[in-house]
């Protein structure tokens, strides 16, 4: 089972990033969550473009990305895992607990360090809010991102199957809590004491600062808890907040170049907007 997940790690991971997409972005279009506002395929373009930009630089800088890396690590017995002799129903969990809470911490320090939060600027200023918000980052983050990532599989000797499993459960969950899409309410009540669910994440696109820093988990839900960063529904409720920031409402500014340019100029004033119409607004808000 092993082997195979190694040999068609490439497939497997663009089947799902195609197949999820394709599915998430159906789910949007027959039972949206909110009414989008922006030209819906000027911002597809600009966010797609972000991510193939993004995936050409990653080859470029990191030629030996996450999985090469973890198979190195294994081979050369280094990281703290390696050092000990455990079951592998047990390194599996530990790493991914430790990669989960890793992407948990590295993204509250884009929130919270100046110079980082510059660059996630570009995923949090989309003023509207789908399955491709998820591919809408910056390429200097996704070179920190990255760095982190592999930083990380080098001091736990995380094993090449559990990253590659990370990685297509990521891949996944980033999809559909990007999407604009809501789960019934008693499902994601439930589902979201483990998992992050879109109604939970969305929240944290807020333009609210407090509501935008709040959500940061990425698969499990309860590091928010944990650490006290936890919000359960936006003030204005799911379809009467605005997401994207509140000094980025403009779209036309908003473009692709802008967007590369964004974290190296100052921000614009703030504007005063009206949020989203609040018709409709049901219980699930």
Known sequence: MESFFLEHQNEL?????????????LWESVAPTRRLVANTAIRWID??????????????????????LSMVAAEQGWGLLSQVALPGYVDMLVGLLVLDFISYAQHWLLHKVPLLWRLHKVHHCDIDYDCTTGFRFHPLESIFTIGVQLTVIVAMGVPPIVMISYELVFIV???????????????????RLVFVTPDMHRVHHSADTREGN???AGILSFWDRLFGTYCSRPAAGQRGMMTGLAEYRDPERLHFH??????FRRSDEPEV????????ESAQS
């Open 214 to 216: 709040s959500n940061f």
């Open 173 to 191: 969950t980033a999809l559909l809590n990007h999407g604009n899409i809501s789960l019934p309410l008693g499902l994601d009540r439930y589902l």
């Open 13 to 25: 991971r663009t089947a799902l990033l195609l197949g999820g997409l394709l599915f998430v972005a």
């Open 47 to 68: 966010n797609f473009g972000l991510l193939a930009i993004d995936n050409v630089l990653m080859r470029l800088v990191f030629p030996v990305l996450a999985i090469g």
């Open 258 to 263: 802008h967007l590369l340019l964004l974290p």
């Open 273 to 280: 907007v009206e949020p989203a119409p609040r018709s409709g």
